[in-house]
RNA sequence: GGCCCCUUCGCCAAGCGGCUAAGGCAGCGGAUUGCAAAUCCGCCAUCCCCGGUUCGAAUCCGGGAGGGGCCUCCA
């Protein structure tokens, strides 16, 4: 592979050139949700951005297997399913319709497959056994643990010393375990939870041992890319690394790549800064004072994704997630989407501009070819390549694709393109822009459909353009008949009504904002 | 107590030792318009503080202040 990429790898805290295991082969895995509540805001994160890496790598050349596990059988369930009155398997097939809902009003296209925990019961069990009988493992009354005293350099993806955890203190109690930072590879069932047979008796799968099983049935022993939320660093993906590498032998991960984490300004804070407040929950509180915190389920401060799609446009929120470099926090708030929001009409309105000048929509310009087409755009490109290739860097080239539209503009005011006073080769030039627009937008997973308009029946529909066109007509004999006050008068009411006029030589197009 | 990380314009944000410190939102001035809207042009930061390394630092090192995450379930 030619290229330049360099990703950052938690492992070793730097940037490192990007090898794969099998050249022009990329296998991604990264962990899903435990799918007992709806996902909120944080959940979005590591899929936007990862679908968004497996863009990038594809446009590379690379033919990347992308795997995002569910976790279908966990505590968190158990206790969830009966306050709904469902069953266990009945709750996580509803949550994960939600989650599947909201990835693909994302836009989130490249999972290739989202395996079930409950679903690889067999391939865990054999794990487990394997690491018992290779002394990394111990059974204990039912349940069977890791001992991270055998591991040798266990903790070095989170430089955790095995001989600490005891010091924390914050560590799950057990009698069963031989050392305070064992953890469960399987644990007993109680009666009533949901249970598979084992040697070990009736039981199901401690959290952590169920990746290594899935991403080594689905993508083998080593993966190039291992991906996640930066609160997974410790146990999870520390505990994953312990299992699989003493299982197999050899290197778990070549990338470990983890994402900042969402914030929100929540009464949480205020409450905890507060001389000698009590500490109690909060509900999901928008705005508020204090610092940020991070938004969590257990915290009780997530915003659910259903609810943002109620305001906001998916594209509007894959955009702030994509303006800001992945490895840092994202503070979310209302006011914040909403100035994302007015950024994205830019664009929009330049696709409406587009419409005027090349009569085609954005959205129906051919799939760019995969090269340098040069021209007086093709800087754009260039650095916006540039901005990916620095461990994917989608701030740096958001502000890039900004720099291309507003070049794009003034070429079509510069060249007049809308008065048709341009050469062949100025439109020539200014569509091998759009080109660059079109590629460029599309490796960050935008711009590639139009934004769902809000849903109004036909006959409506119809009604509100024939209305709005009668009002035009009125208002433009108003105006060639030199009554310029009936005229504002008319545009001001609509304004009253969110709706803009705009004034154009060709005619008057308007807008509900 | 231990381990990570962050601090750049009013707000968001790129920057990873050397071009005039990207870009967005907001604001101001101008072009355009009958007036607007949209668009374009111009203006708008020496980088939390203090030391140090270097010919040269927002970028490296040390100290300080503030903030976040993990060490318990969490994307």
Request: net charge neutral; with cysteine; hydrophobic share 35%.
């Amino acid at each position: 592979m030619d290229h330049n990429l360099r990703v950052y790898n938690t492992l070793t805290k730097q940037k490192e050139p990007f090898k794969t295991v099998v050249p022009g082969k990329v296998s991604m895995y990264v962990c899903g949700p435990t799918v007992y509540k709806p996902s909120h805001l944080g959940h979005m994160v590591g899929p936007v951005i990862f679908d968004t890496v497996k863009r990038y790598l594809t446009y590379l050349g690379y033919d990347v297997k992308f795997v995002v596990n569910i976790t279908d059988v966990d505590d968190k369930l158990i206790v969830e399913a009966p306050k709904q009155g469902l069953s266990v398997s009945e709750l996580a097939e509803r949550v994960t319709k939600d989650y599947v809902e909201n990835l693909k009003k994302l836009n989130v296209t490249g999972i290739d497959e989202m395996p079930r925990a409950t679903h690889y019961i067999p391939a865990i069990i054999e794990i487990i056994q394997g690491l018992i009988d290779k002394g990394y493992a111990y059974p204990a009354a039912g349940d069977v643990y890791f001992d991270v005293t055998k591991d040798d350099d266990y903790g070095k993806l989170c430089n955790r010393d095995p001989e600490q955890l005891e010091a924390g203190a914050r560590i799950e109690v057990s009698d069963k375990k031989r050392s305070p930072g064992d953890f469960a590879l399987w644990k007993s069932a109680k009666p009533g939870e949901p249970a598979w047979d084992s040697p070990w008796g009736k039981g199901r799968p401690g959290w952590h041992i169920e990746c290594s099983a899935m991403s080594m049935k689905l993508l083998g022993k080593t993966l190039d890319i291992h991906g996640g939320g930066l609160d997974l660093q410790f146990p999870h993906h520390e505990n994953e690394l312990a299992q699989s590498e003493s299982y197999n032998g050899c290197t778990f991960v070549n990338y470990w790549m983890h994402n900042g984490l969402m914030r929100i300004h929540s009464q949480a804070t205020k409450i905890k800064d507060a001389p000698s407040g009590p500490l109690s929950p909060v509900g999901s509180g928008i705005g508020g004072e204090g610092q940020p915190q991070k938004m969590s389920k257990s915290l009780g401060n997530e915003i659910v994704v259903s609810e943002i799609f109620k305001r906001h446009q998916p594209e509007t929120l894959r955009f702030f997630l994509l303006a800001t470099h992945y490895r840092r926090p994202i503070d979310y708030s209302e006011e914040r989407l909403e100035e994302v929001r007015r950024g994205l009409d830019s664009f929009y309105r330049f696709f409406e501009r587009l419409e005027r000048v090349a009569k085609r929509s954005f959205y129906a310009f051919p799939s760019p070819p995969r090269d340098d087409g040069g021209g007086e755009f093709a800087e754009f490109r260039k650095r916006f390549l540039e901005h990916m290739d620095d461990d994917f860097n989608t701030g740096g080239a958001v502000g890039v694709l900004y720099e291309l539209l507003s070049a794009l503009n003034r070429f079509a005011d510069l060249k007049q393109l809308e008065a048709g006073k341009a050469t062949g080769d100025d439109v020539k030039a200014f569509e091998q822009g759009v080109v660059y627009l079109k590629e460029l937008s599309g490796l960050l997973g935008v711009f590639s459909s139009a934004p769902e308009k809000p849903k109004a029946d036909h006959a409506s529909q119809k009604l509100v353009v024939g209305l709005m066109q009668l009002l035009i007509d009125l208002r433009a004999e108003a105006r060639k008949a030199k009554n310029f006050a009936l005229g504002d008068q008319i545009r001001k009411r609509l304004g009253e009504l969110g709706v803009t006029l705009e004034d154009r030589p060709g005619g008057t197009d308007w807008r509900k904002d």
